[in-house]
């Protein structure tokens, strides 16, 4: 079973960037297609982006879309999420998330339930 590592964030001003990595072992990577989701103070986990196995598709969430993206390494069992103009609401605690099922059929990426594998997250603040 694979298990994993966030890291990178912090506290950043708003309009600021962060780069987010996951660190994954224990497994084959490329054999999980990832996702990063995100849960603030007193909300229910949110879908923020996923990856196919390949790298080869990816999907953002609207709130997102333009601002952050997901990419990975397979030779570094890592998978990244690049965040630029950041704003206050994007504060929350990031995870990251394996799946070994076919999202891209299914279409059911930012469904929570899809992914077995979760990092123990990493706290981004973002600042005014």
């Known amino acids: 079973q694979v298990q994993l590592v966030e890291s990178g964030g912090g506290l950043v001003q708003v309009g600021g960037s962060l780069r987010l990595s996951c660190a994954a072992s224990?497994?084959?990577?490329?054999?999980?297609?990832m996702g990063w989701f995100r849960q603030a103070p007193g909300k229910e986990r949110e879908f923020v982006a996923y990856i196919s196995r390949d790298g080869g598709s990816t999907v953002h969430a609207d709130s997102v879309k333009g601002r952050f993206t997901i990419s990975r390494e397979n030779p570094k069992n890592t998978v990244f999420l690049q965040m630029n103009s950041l704003k206050p609401e994007d504060t929350a605690v990031y995870y990251c998330?394996?799946?070994?099922?076919?999202?891209?059929?299914?279409?059911?990426?930012?469904?929570?339930?899809?992914?077995?594998?979760w990092g123990q997250g990493t706290q981004v603040t973002v600042s005014s």
């Open positions: 998330a394996a799946t070994l099922r076919y999202l891209r059929i299914s279409g059911r990426w930012a469904d929570v339930r899809q992914y077995d594998w």
């Open positions: 224990g497994a084959t990577f490329s054999t999980y297609a």
